[in-house]
């Protein structure tokens, strides 16, 4: 299978404004993690895509791929499949969703989640990583309970699961995920997902990824054990702040 990866961009974030164009290490947020993307060489083909000209060009400064798509869209998922649809991307089999936020993005999430679905097993997959049980206490930590066999049951920033008695804490180690900014969807999958209306379960929690999940839509989550710290995304100014901070230590090797 052939994968496209493209990478959603909006520029009206409320916690962190204009996010897409904030400065990591000299460079805008969005052209940080195209970079990340690129390099990795998991997809054939890079794109951002993006509601606002300034992020365009930003994008197509620093070399990138960028399609301007429809400011309108509830979501990044119904942006990617805005540019996957383009004559131009057609071709590609499967389509990666990269965060535009996600500087960090781990390659052996990415790897993961594009193997559930390139094996047939999913016809959506994401990724999450174990994470310390203080993260329940935390609504912007989107959580991810999972089956036996590696599907989806639920994501939320609520605390799940919940511990409803202290003796069985011992089994929150293994239990508690965070959910990574990632999803892969086969061509298919993803007209389905976007063809749907928005959910009110996905209103209320905005989490677009219970959307399919509520239509029944199965999504595999690959389950990752590397520290947590490697793989947060920028969400806030402290976020942003720490990235800076932490760029020579955390891109070692990189490049």
């Given at each position: 299978?052939?994968?496209?990866?493209?990478?959603?961009?909006?520029?009206?974030?409320?916690?962190?404004?204009?996010?897409?164009?904030?400065?990591?290490?000299?460079?805008?947020?969005?052209?940080?993690?195209?970079?990340?993307?690129?390099?990795?060489?998991?997809?054939?083909?890079?794109?951002?895509?993006?509601?606002?000209?300034?992020?365009?060009?930003?994008?197509?400064?620093?070399?990138?791929?960028?399609?301007?798509?429809?400011?309108?869209?509830?979501?990044?998922?119904?942006?990617?499949?805005?540019?996957?649809?383009?004559?131009?991307?057609?071709?590609?089999?499967?389509?990666?969703?990269?965060?535009?936020?996600?500087?960090?993005?781990?390659?052996?999430?990415?790897?993961?989640?594009?193997?559930?679905?390139?094996?047939?097993?999913?016809?959506?997959?994401?990724?999450?990583?174990r994470?310390?049980?203080?993260?329940?206490?935390?609504?912007?930590?989107?959580?991810?309970?999972?089956?036996?066999?590696?599907?989806?049951?639920?994501?939320?920033?609520?605390?799940?699961?919940?511990?409803?008695?202290?003796?069985d804490?011992?089994?929150?180690?293994?239990?508690?995920?965070?959910h990574?900014g990632i999803?892969?969807?086969?061509?298919?999958?993803?007209?389905?997902?976007?063809a749907?209306?928005?959910?009110?379960l996905?209103?209320?929690?905005?989490?677009?990824?219970?959307?399919p999940?509520?239509?029944?839509?199965?999504?595999?989550?690959?389950?990752?054990?590397?520290?947590?710290?490697?793989?947060?995304?920028?969400?806030?100014?402290?976020?942003?702040?720490?990235?800076?901070?932490?760029?020579?230590?955390?891109?070692?090797?990189?490049?």
């Amino acid at each position: 299978m052939t994968t496209l990866a493209v990478i959603p961009a909006r520029l009206g974030a409320t916690r962190l404004p204009r996010k897409p164009l904030r400065l990591l290490a000299g460079l805008p947020l969005v052209v940080r993690v195209w970079e990340r993307v690129s390099a990795l060489g998991i997809a054939e083909r890079c794109v951002i895509a993006t509601d606002h000209s300034a992020v365009a060009d930003a994008a197509r400064v620093a070399g990138a791929e960028c399609v301007l798509t429809d400011p309108d869209h509830p979501s990044g998922t119904d942006r990617v499949a805005e540019v996957a649809a383009l004559p131009a991307y057609r071709d590609f089999d499967s389509i990666l969703n990269v965060q535009g936020d996600e500087p960090f993005v781990s390659a052996e999430a990415l790897r993961a989640a594009v193997e559930l679905v390139e094996s047939a097993r999913f016809p959506l997959g994401t990724a999450a990583v174990r994470a310390s049980t203080d993260v329940l206490r935390t609504p912007d930590v989107v959580k991810v309970v999972r089956a036996d066999d590696g599907r989806a049951m639920y994501f939320s920033r609520a605390p799940i699961p919940y511990l409803r008695d202290e003796a069985d804490s011992g089994f929150l180690p293994e239990l508690v995920l965070q959910h990574l900014g990632i999803y892969v969807y086969t061509r298919e999958a993803l007209a389905r997902w976007v063809a749907l209306p928005p959910h009110p379960l996905e209103r209320v929690e905005r989490l677009e990824q219970l959307r399919p999940l509520s239509a029944g839509i199965p999504m595999g989550v690959a389950r990752l054990d590397e520290p947590v710290s490697h793989v947060r995304g920028i969400d806030t100014e402290e976020d942003l702040e720490q990235a800076n901070e932490r760029w020579p230590h955390l891109t070692a090797g990189w490049y």
